[in-house]
């Protein structure tokens, strides 16, 4: 309204005919992008909105999420799996979920002296979209399909730092769904693009100079697009995975289901390190980043690994590999640096 009167008052003072005002002020432009602003407007309204309503419950859950059988996680990622077969997306297991099923072909693998290695809590997947503008439609349907399934909802948000000028501008390529009962647990989807041309898939990218939002993007080849290095999930791969370390997509086992996975997982998990992960031996258990709340976790880090327990995961590793899955079999010769006893299991 306040936009209105200015330009109702710019039009009187310029002394125009009455009906071409009428027809400016019913579609005041003037050369400004009034359009797209209220489209930009419009957008951040709804997603804060949806914040609200989405995440007051949900972040009071994950403050404590208590303990996950193997048994209640492989089925919750049953349901992710059965949803995103359903919808006919493409998808794979990353970071600490990846990790897992590479190890243990599972959530959770035992050692020597009865310890166990719970590699992860959360599910972590990457889902691959042909275009941004198909993001907000199948994060709907994501959601509508899991909480038939009685998970209880999902939220988008963006991986963009605050701190970050295209904070403001960035899509929310991420999507979080979570189950409270019978156990608490958290679906961590994060998304990449795969219908641009060149070598790579990429979560973010800037076009003409950052004056289109990506889901308004709808001839990238007519617009000048680059791809932020230091942003999003890939940001330790320059922003960028190159799509040979996808494609053509294997096979890892998930407990009884068999899941796609990447084809050079290490290269995914690189791209994607954080603080608490290790990229450098991932073949090896260690309780970085864990959750010490857990007493196996605790077990873990204090009895620490000795070779028995370099044979068990290479027996693992063979066993997955003999039969179809990918596991950590390539990976053990990149553990140095460790002890004198675990390092003679390694040879």
Partial sequence: GILREFLSAALAAGGPDPATAEEQRADPDFGWPLERGWRRCRRYYDMLWEDVRNSEAAWSTMEQPGNISDELYHAALADVAGAFSELGVEWWPCRGTLIALLRHGGRSGSLSRGLI??????????????????WPGLARAIEALLKQLGWDRCWAKTSVDLAS???????????????????????????????????????HRVCDGGSVIPEDVTDAATMTCTVPPGIGPLRHAGGVLRKVAIYPLATC?????????????LETIKAMVHSGLDASCIALPTTLGRDLDDARNRELRDAGLVAEDVRILRQRARWLQSAGFLSMEPYFANCSGTSAEVASALD
């Fill in 253 to 265: 086992r998930a407990d009884g289901l068999a899941v796609p996975c990447p084809r050079e997982p």
């Fill in 117 to 134: 290695d719970v590699v992860e809590r959360d599910i972590d997947v990457m889902l691959g979209l042909p275009h941004e503008s198909s």
């Fill in 165 to 203: 000028t295209l904070r403001d501008t960035a899509r929310r390529d991420l999507l979080y769904c979570v189950r409270t009962e019978p156990a608490y647990v958290l679906l961590d989807v994060s998304t990449y693009i795969t219908g641009a041309p060149g070598p790579d898939v990429f979560v």
